[in-house]
């Protein structure tokens, strides 16, 4: 009741992203209840259903790190210092957080539920539309509904899961007192990424098929069966190693800001990355994750004489993308709230807007000279292989 109670209460732009939660997740359902449809519809292509089943874990897995990000930036979780005398303290603020997550998520399922057998014709009407025809959708079979609502399940425990975990009390050793300069620790991670990414790419290229072989190229939905699973393998090692890597890529831009003899500019810019490399690396390497996989998907696919993606497929990239994005824009948005007494005391020592705007924009323009390279080459490398 409290969540709910927050939730009416809270600011318009708060409302939107947890619409955005909600609207993630009924991508994911649609998803879900696609499998479970075609399933029905497809009783002995049970190899192909599974295998749609697998590909749901990634817009699964983009939805429940955007219902964190969100759930980090709620002002619901930043309750505790004026509601710990009335018992609502770092437990139960975790709780609430969890129990706002999966009702918003709820919610997106229910939605898709609805719009799902609202296309199948199970609520009267037409039984297809011109995007998804019966065979997508299993029209004319009776779906169990009982396993549809289990499957459709996993959404809001994931994400309420994801959320318990990311937001649980932690008790920080070693804080520095008021007055003191913190030492910025760089990421130990960025060797691992770096290692992960190129294992990755070397088993791609190792267990790809032959040019010109049939089936070599990796499937999506509507055309999933015959993929070598090392690319599969492959693939999903490289995008870790990105995901790894990020925040020792966000804390190497900041070193690299820093390097020489920088002004105030460079300065300022390169300390803010460096201190926030924890909170802007990963969903930022998850992004060029993603980017490098959307990529290599439409290079390998234009090189192939494959039809053009089905509607799933473009369901499936839409909310893949639309969540890791979202995520990225709010870890810049978390990160800002939590620089606010320090741009506040900046500020008041005389710094103009205009600074730190341009510091802004030279942060923004330092991570795309070094990302975007970064996720160009490992995207065409994992495509070498395939297309030639």
């Known amino acids: 009741m409290l969540a709910l109670r927050l939730a009416r209460g809270s600011h318009p732009l708060v409302l939107?992203?947890?619409?955005?939660?909600?609207?993630?997740?009924?991508?994911?359902?649609?998803?879900?209840?696609?499998?479970?449809?075609?399933?029905?519809?497809?009783?002995?292509?049970?190899?192909?259903?599974?295998?749609?089943?697998?590909?749901?874990?990634?817009?699964?897995?983009?939805?429940?790190?955007?219902?964190?990000?969100?759930?980090?930036?709620?002002?619901?979780?930043?309750?505790?210092?004026?509601?710990?005398?009335?018992?609502?303290?770092?437990?139960?603020?975790?709780?609430?957080a969890t129990v706002s997550t999966a009702l918003t998520c709820v919610l997106g399922v229910l939605a898709a539920l609805l719009v799902f057998l609202?296309?199948?014709?199970?609520?009267?009407?037409?039984?297809?539309?011109?995007?998804?025809?019966?065979?997508?959708?299993?029209?004319?079979?009776?779906?169990?509904?009982?396993?549809?609502?289990?499957?459709?399940?996993?959404?809001?425990?994931?994400?309420?899961?994801?959320?318990?975990?990311?937001?649980?009390?932690?008790?920080?050793a070693g804080a520095s007192e008021d007055g003191s300069r913190p030492t910025i620790a760089p990421p130990s991670g960025l060797p691992w990424g770096i290692a992960l990414a190129a294992a990755g790419l070397a088993i791609e290229a190792y267990t790809s098929r032959a040019p010109g072989s049939h089936g070599g190229l990796l499937p999506l939905p509507g055309r999933l069966i015959g993929s070598p699973p090392g690319v599969l393998a492959g693939w999903a090692l490289s995008a870790f190693g990105l995901v790894l890597a990020g925040p020792g890529l966000v804390h190497l831009c900041g070193r690299l800001l820093c390097a020489g003899r920088p002004g105030a500019l460079r300065l300022l810019s390169g300390r803010v990355l460096q201190e926030e490399s924890q909170r802007l690396g990963r969903p930022l390497g998850v992004l060029c994750a993603v980017g490098s996989a959307a990529y290599a998907a439409v290079k390998v696919y234009e090189a192939s004489s494959s039809r053009p993606f089905g509607p799933l497929t473009a369901v499936g990239a839409a909310v893949v993308l639309a969540c890791v994005t979202a995520s990225a824009l709010t870890a810049a948005v978390e990160s800002r709230s939590a620089r606010a007494h320090t741009t506040a005391a900046l500020r008041r020592l005389g710094a103009s807007a205009s600074v730190l705007y341009r510091a802004a924009a030279l942060r923004a323009l330092a991570l795309v000279i070094v990302l975007a390279p970064l996720t160009w080459t490992v995207a065409e490398m994992a495509t070498l292989p395939l297309v030639h």
């Open 118 to 172: 609202r296309l199948r014709g199970d609520l009267g009407g037409p039984t297809a539309v011109p995007l998804f025809d019966a065979d997508l959708l299993g029209a004319g079979h009776p779906v169990p509904l009982v396993g549809a609502l289990m499957l459709l399940a996993t959404v809001p425990l994931t994400a309420g899961a994801a959320t318990a975990v990311a937001l649980r009390p932690r008790h920080e």
């Open 16 to 96: 939107l992203r947890r619409l955005s939660v909600a609207a993630a997740a009924a991508g994911t359902g649609f998803l879900l209840l696609s499998t479970v449809g075609h399933a029905a519809g497809n009783p002995s292509a049970a190899d192909e259903s599974l295998v749609r089943l697998l590909w749901c874990t990634a817009p699964l897995a983009a939805t429940a790190q955007f219902a964190v990000s969100t759930a980090r930036t709620d002002p619901a979780a930043r309750l505790q210092r004026g509601m710990t005398a009335a018992g609502l303290g770092p437990l139960r603020l975790t709780l609430l």
